[in-house]
């Protein structure tokens, strides 16, 4: 008999780094598992997965409850926790997967609170986040502690790295017992074959624009312009991938540099991205699912993690694969997990003189620690595993919104559907 899974995080037409997980584990769990997608209308999982029909598509819409057939585990993200109301079936199973390590934090109607007070009013660390949950919602703060508790102990929880962990612990005052669940990606049977670095250097930075993103994109061009002054006969070609709601903010950034070439070219297919690495870039910086999608393919690959604030721009980066944790893409909590063990501007030296070597150790820290093959197998693991019910978390009582959230889909779908 195949078990049912099913995946959980609505896209409104938008291609980010879960639904990209998402879509390659369904991918490979759709040949043994029934496998079923739950999007808002018009997924965006039917441009990312290879065989859609090998998976069932379910709408989300904020109005009906998902029903799924019995003994079906559900893949949540750790963040879409509130959202456990819109599910039926007491013989069914949850797993939450941590993949963003301030996931509880921005629960239901109070991530309007943290946006607000959080960075504008009070430094982003974890002893203010947690004061101010205390301070503004209690009784949410004990409920999320009982779930976090409840599903660790009933082995239907999984951190994608040891920061996430780490934040879990601090915020909530508790100590964990943790299993570990890598993100992933499908790797690429096209490797990209270096070019000789002369007088030309081709960057690029993938991912969404949107506000813990969008301080990596000033460094870089900080850092880009300080590189140029430097190296007067270099040429430098900067391509920013990916799309958000700080775009306009950042069309406005890219007026005050002049000494380089600044592309924006907007949200790409994973083909379209695919392609433009192979056949252009030189080095990538990202973090997450973004690096590995330019690591997967043979590109050099730098982390820089993503921040809620300005990045010093004495921050140091690091390549992929001297990353101190085997299966950590960055961190948004501070620098202990970051490697930081080289300087922007030896970054790009290292980079010219050997581009091939290092797109090779990337490629092979991908292969060795993110292949979705590997990943797929211990998620199914722990998706037999789990003890964790929706009627389980039902009993705590953490219910949805429900009007910020029928007011968030009526927006989204809007935006996305016309």
Not at 112 to 130: G, H, M, P, Y
Not at 339 to 349: G, K, R
Request: charged content about 20%; glycine content about 4%.
């Amino acid at each position: 008999m195949k078990t049912n899974i099913a995946f959980f995080q609505p896209s409104y037409g938008q291609i980010g780094g879960v639904q990209t997980v998402f879509a390659s584990l369904a991918d490979v769990l759709s040949g043994t598992c029934n496998v079923y997608i739950i999007d808002a209308k018009d997924s965006a999982y039917k441009y990312l997965l290879k065989n859609p029909s090998g998976c069932n598509f379910l709408e989300f819409d904020y109005k009906s409850k998902i029903v799924l057939p019995e003994n079906t585990t559900i893949v949540f993200p750790l963040a879409l926790v509130d959202q456990i109301n819109y599910f039926e079936g007491k013989n069914n199973k949850c797993l939450f997967w941590s993949l963003f390590e301030k996931s509880l934090m921005y629960v239901g109607i109070y991530k309007i609170t943290a946006r607000i007070f959080l960075s504008s009013w009070c430094k982003q660390t974890i002893k203010n986040e947690k004061k101010l949950m205390k301070f503004s919602s209690y009784k949410l703060y004990k409920k999320l502690l009982r779930f976090l508790s409840m599903a660790n102990e009933k082995n239907g929880l999984v951190f994608m790295s040891r920061d996430h962990v780490y934040y879990n612990e601090k915020y909530f005052d508790v100590k964990l017992n943790p299993n570990y669940l890598p993100i992933c990606v499908q790797v690429s049977d096209e490797i990209k074959v270096p070019r000789m670095i002369n007088e030309e250097i081709n960057v690029a930075w993938l991912g969404r624009i949107v506000n813990f993103k969008f301080p990596a994109i000033e460094y870089l061009l900080h850092k880009l312009d300080e590189y140029r002054i430097i190296n007067p006969s270099k040429r430098i070609n900067f391509f920013v991938i990916g799309n958000g709601n700080y775009r306009r903010r950042l069309e406005v950034e890219i007026s005050k540099y002049t000494r380089f070439n600044i592309e924006l070219l907007g949200s790409l297919s994973p083909n379209e991205v695919k392609n433009i690495f192979l056949s252009k870039i030189d080095v990538l910086f990202a973090h997450g699912t973004a690096a590995l999608d330019g690591a997967k393919v043979g590109l050099p690959t730098a982390v820089i993690s993503g921040s809620f604030t300005k990045i010093s721009k004495d921050k140091k980066l690091y390549w992929l694969y001297e990353s101190k944790m085997e299966h950590f893409v960055g961190s948004l909590i501070d620098n202990q997990y970051d490697c930081c063990a080289h300087s922007f501007c030896e970054i790009l030296d290292m980079l010219i003189t050997k581009n091939k070597e290092i797109g090779e150790k990337c490629y092979e820290h991908v292969v060795q620690n993110f292949d979705v093959q590997k990943i797929s197998a211990t998620l199914l693991n722990y998706v037999n595993n789990t003890k964790l019910t929706i009627v389980d978390i039902q009993s705590i009582g953490l219910y949805n919104y429900s009007f910020y959230d029928k007011v968030l889909h009526a927006i989204r779908s809007k935006i996305y559907t016309n």
